[in-house]
């Protein structure tokens, strides 16, 4: 009866699947929500009885209600949701369209913003619960060819802060983590397809490498349990030292 509920969105990958991998590790019970069934159904079976998933779209913001009450009624309470989820687009500034621009949005922070109150309505009954969102640094100054991410990266920041300030009080904590350049199938894509930028990457990391995806999972386990239980509304970079870098 005391084993904790946690909701991991994009649970099944990259820093999702580190996340998903270091709660339950820890003893907690993970549903991962995503799109791809059979990634989810290959984590789950990999990682065992404290992992189970849901498929579905979180660009269907309507479907969030219903969603988070089918985890409800299996276990009863959510004590953790990581708002992890996300997506991109690199694109010039003048060729990202309107339909680019809101579907980035959709998935970034639209979702986000459904999924938190749909949980935390939840979470009030209980007086109790941990939010862990994830931003970026596009969040922490300005890259190019990513507008509409960093737009909602952003949002999710401010978010954090106006969520912790109205929800605290009701014993609900609000937390962000900025990731910065992760090894990742995603960034590795990326980066390598653009040496120019990945020495950039580097040369304004004070510590001159990339992080691994455990780096964010510990950082959000730390926001999940009681060792923070005194910590709401930060934002922490975990970037090897990328956003004060020179």
């Not at 993970?30 to 498929?55: D, F, K």
């Not at 109790?128 to 909602?152: D, E, F, L």
């Not at 120019?196 to 001159?208: D, H, W």
């Amino acid at each position: 009866m005391n084993k904790k509920i946690a909701v991991v969105t994009g649970g099944a990958k990259g820093l999702g699947l580190a996340i998903t991998r270091k709660l339950v590790e820890e003893g907690i019970q993970v549903v991962m929500i995503g799109r791809n069934e059979s990634q989810l159904e290959i984590i789950a079976s990999e990682l065992g009885q404290l992992c189970s998933y849901r498929a579905f779209d979180l660009q269907q913001l309507k479907g969030i209600p219903a969603l988070i009450a089918d985890i409800i009624l299996e276990y009863k309470n959510i004590d953790i949701l990581v708002n992890n989820a996300g997506i991109n687009m690199k694109k010039p500034f003048l060729e990202v369209s309107d339909d680019d621009f809101a579907s980035i949005v959709q998935t970034n922070l639209n979702a986000v913003f459904a999924i938190s109150r749909e949980t935390i309505k939840y979470m009030v009954l209980a007086q109790s619960g941990s939010v862990v969102n994830i931003s970026s640094m596009a969040s922490q100054y300005g890259i190019p060819k990513v507008i509409a991410y960093t737009a909602a990266k952003t949002g999710i920041e401010g978010m954090t802060r106006a969520m912790a300030t109205e929800l605290s009080p009701m014993g609900i904590r609000i937390n962000c983590v900025a990731p910065g350049f992760i090894k990742t199938a995603m960034s590795s894509k990326a980066l390598d397809a653009d040496p120019e930028r990945k020495n950039k990457v580097l040369s304004r990391t004070p510590m001159g490498k990339m992080g691994e995806p455990e780096d964010v999972a510990e950082v959000v386990y730390f926001f999940s349990s009681n060792a923070s239980k005194y910590v709401t509304g930060v934002v922490m970079p975990v970037d090897g030292g990328n956003s004060i870098g020179f």
